[in-house]
């Protein structure tokens, strides 16, 4: 059970090119997500999934784009790479969460450290 | 807006004693959950502990607790007896109902806890 992947670990891009994170899962969790890491300002939500075939924004989406196409896969993409973009990015994913005393709780892969020079 | 704050950029606590790391939230959803994260310098996101909003007792595992007050909207851990290895940045994060039966998580910034000997 290897859990939450992340591809690449590290990865340096120049400005304007272009790369996509990959996110896997062996849990079979319905909800996957995509944030980054800056200092100071913890975790933010980048888009997230809650299903095979779903996508949406969360609360920094712009110049990212996301395709869920298999349900243990979830893809993050740069078009055009720009040094704000430089981060740590995580994707975690969940059971569906629903009301009720069990936790579902977050898990998380190791992370992608990205520069853009 | 669904919101996590973590005042404490940054504490020290003393090996073997007890320290608080405050976290307040908002939201007005009357059904959500308050999670611990912690995440060590070798970068992974470690889940501590989870307390639900109907939970009548506060969440507790093994040193970790949490300490919630729903009229006050707060939900501090509190690490007892701490160790050289709890040094690390610690999250909070809620989840919290995202619209069209979806959830999302929201993050604090942090506190970075550092244990000295």
């Known amino acids: 059970n290897a859990g939450v992947t992340q591809t690449p670990k590290f990865r340096v891009l120049k400005t304007g090119q272009s790369m996509t994170l990959l996110c896997a899962q062996d849990?079979?969790?319905?909800?996957m997500y995509w944030y980054r890491q800056d200092p100071g300002m913890g975790l933010r939500l980048i888009h997230y999934?809650?299903?095979?075939?779903?996508?949406a924004k969360g609360e920094v989406p712009d110049g990212y784009n996301v395709s869920r196409l298999k349900k243990q896969n979830f893809l993050l993409g740069l078009e055009s790479a720009a040094p704000s973009q430089t981060s740590v990015y995580f994707c975690a994913s969940t059971i569906h969460p629903q009301t009720g005393p069990s936790s579902y709780e977050q898990y998380f892969g190791p992370g992608t450290r990205l520069t853009v020079t | 807006a669904q919101k996590i704050t973590q005042t404490q950029p940054g504490m020290f606590v003393q090996e073997k004693e007890a320290v608080t790391l405050d976290c307040t939230y908002d939201?007005?959803?009357?059904?959500?959950?308050l999670f611990w994260y912690k995440q060590p310098s070798s970068g992974e996101m470690i889940f501590l502990i989870y307390q639900g909003s109907y939970d009548q007792q506060n969440a507790t595992e093994g040193r970790y607790s949490l300490n919630f007050q729903k009229a006050r909207k707060s939900a501090n851990l509190v690490i007892s007896a701490s160790q050289l290895g709890d040094s690390a940045m610690y999250f909070c994060a809620m989840r919290d109902y995202g619209g069209s039966g979806t959830y999302k998580y929201i993050f604090g910034t942090g506190t970075r806890l550092k244990v000295l000997a």
């Open positions: 849990m079979n969790h319905e909800y």
């Open positions: 939201t007005s959803d009357p059904s959500y959950g």
């Open positions: 999934s809650v299903g095979e075939g779903t996508t």
